[in-house]
């Protein structure tokens, strides 16, 4: 939760900037998602958002949260959010701009299970923070001027057997 209102802080920062600095965007994103970690593996909804800012001609630099995943069973309970900082290469043409992204992600994973101390069952908890890396490919559509549709697919790979393929979809607004 703590990483969601810096996230939140980063966005504020960073929209009051907006209009005094060329070729900045925001995004949000929803998408599918299908994880692996030590104690559990599922497929969940995602969602996330980021700030972006061009930092050259072909390149922009973007900075993001995503709430990766809320997974309960019988035995474990588990949620996972990443912060992550990512460079985006990008080509344009007429309807939109492809993109590759490459970055580093800080994941937070809580989780909650059932452990046997001596036959007495309790409840275990572990707050794992670990780093991990981000690949991505993805297109923005050009929806108008300032409007555009995202469409991406970001593999994170990290410490601890954490693995995570998300297929999103979002909208992207260009501030200028």
Known sequence: MKQLFWMLGALVVGLS???????????????YNDFDFAQASDSELA?????????????????????????????????????YLAMLGKASGGTGELFYKVGVARVDIATDFACDDSGVAQRCASDN???????????????????????????????????THMLNIGFRYNFN
Not at 135 to 163: N, T
């Open 17 to 31: 900037q907006a209009n005094a600095a060329p070729k900045n965007y925001g995004v949000v994103t929803a998408g």
């Open 47 to 83: 969602f996330g958002a980021a700030f972006g800012k061009q930092v050259h001609q072909q390149w922009y630099a973007e900075l993001g949260y995503l709430n990766l995943f809320d997974y309960s069973d019988d035995t474990v309970n588990a949620e996972g959010e990443a912060l």
């Open 129 to 163: 923070g670990i780093a991990a890396g981000l690949v991505g490919l993805g297109f923005d559509y050009f929806v108008s001027l300032k409007s555009m549709v995202r469409v991406e697919y970001v593999h994170l790979s990290g410490e601890d057997s954490f693995s």
